[in-house]
């Protein structure tokens, strides 16, 4: 079996638009994971930046257009409740899957993807 090589990396970092579009994969400057690269989320942090309640969206697609819902619908309270949510567990993207995100209201979250890319 070849060796992989898993390098550390933010993965994204964005602020999702209100309807749902493509996450930008940092390490490839692009949202589809390329040919011959894996990626393994291990983390997401979601801020919530506004004192009323968000709500965020963000699901796996995979190569073939199926789905698979990493929060839906998901709402972070208002002020004095939840502004912070973390997911830890690993998520792998293989090569034709990509990321997507809404939220309710517009700048209202941010949103930091940490994994590794496998080359």
């Known amino acids: 079996m070849p060796w992989e090589q898993y390098t550390p ?8 638009s209100t309807p749902l ?11 589809v994971v390329p040919a011959g690269r894996k990626v393994c989320i291990t983390d ?3 801020t ?12 796996k697609v995979k190569s073939d257009g199926s789905q698979f819902a990493i929060f839906e619908a998901l709402e972070l ?6 502004s912070i949510l973390q997911r830890s ?7 034709g899957d ?12 941010n949103v930091i993807i940490s994994g590794s890319v496998v080359t």
């Open 9 to 16: 990396a933010e993965t994204a970092a964005s602020t999702p």
């Open 48 to 59: 919530r930046k506004v004192t009323a309640t968000a709500t965020i969206t963000l699901r």
């Open 77 to 82: 309270g208002p002020s004095g409740q939840t």
């Open 44 to 46: 997401i942090q979601v």
């Open 89 to 95: 567990g690993i998520i792998v993207l293989e090569p």
């Open 98 to 109: 990509k990321l997507v995100a809404s939220q309710g209201t517009a700048g209202a979250i």
């Open 21 to 31: 579009s493509d996450v930008i994969l940092t390490p490839f400057n692009a949202a």
